[in-house]
């Protein structure tokens, strides 16, 4: 897979981290650097560990699929992107100013449903045999870095949310026109 195409797929994953972190950053009446780094270091490794585990997963159900990969691995990035464009129209007003999201149980929550995604895109990497590691690093590099920015930026500018559902919708977009390269191939 081309350098180019892990840069992008990375960051159509971290694009609901990104949505996340803004809305945090909306919602706490103050973000420490202490905050800003666990919430974007849990979220980057969620995001760096989910398409291991996912590209492990298709080791086992490889070999009766291999025939099927390009469509299977369509299907599964076209459920993505098409679920993350879905949730970018949905609105979320549930703020709640009083609890830091960057602790306990919220925290571990928030990664694992920012990561979901990333699963199902390891799993088709394993399917299309794909090797996995490098992929894992950008992915969850960018997720840090776009966690971080995001979290500032929801901080720094209470009307930034407005702007994540349009990087949700691209970064859903894009994961379809991924899927659909596949299928040339």
């Known amino acids: 897979m081309p350098f180019y195409e892990i840069i992008i797929i990375s960051v159509a994953l971290a694009m609901d ?3 996340i972190a803004v809305a945090c950053g909306l919602c706490m009446p103050e973000v420490s650097k202490r905050q800003n780094f666990r919430l974007a270091f849990h979220f980057g490794l969620f995001q760096a560990l989910m398409p291991l585990l996912g590209w492990l997963a298709g ?13 299977i691995s369509f299907i599964l ?7 993350m464009i879905k949730e970018s129209f949905e609105t979320d ?4 100013p009083h609890k830091d999201p960057t602790k306990g149980f919220s925290l571990i929550f928030l990664s694992v449903a920012t990561s979901l995604d990333a699963l199902a895109v ?5 399917i299309m045999d794909y090797p996995i590691v490098f992929p894992c ?15 500032w930026l929801g901080k720094s500018f209470a009307k930034a949310s407005r702007y994540s559902h349009i990087a949700e919708r691209i970064g859903g977009g894009v994961l379809i026109l991924i ?3 596949l299928l040339s191939q």
């Open 17 to 19: 981290a990104f949505t």
């Open 59 to 71: 080791l086992t159900v490889k070999s009766m699929v291999e025939t099927y990969a390009p469509w």
């Open 77 to 83: 990035l076209a459920l993505v992107g098409g679920k």
């Open 93 to 96: 007003d549930s703020c709640e």
């Open 122 to 126: 390891g799993l088709s990497f394993s």
């Open 137 to 151: 690093i950008m992915i969850g590099i960018t997720a840090l870095i776009l966690t971080s920015c995001g979290l």
């Open 179 to 181: 899927g659909v390269k």
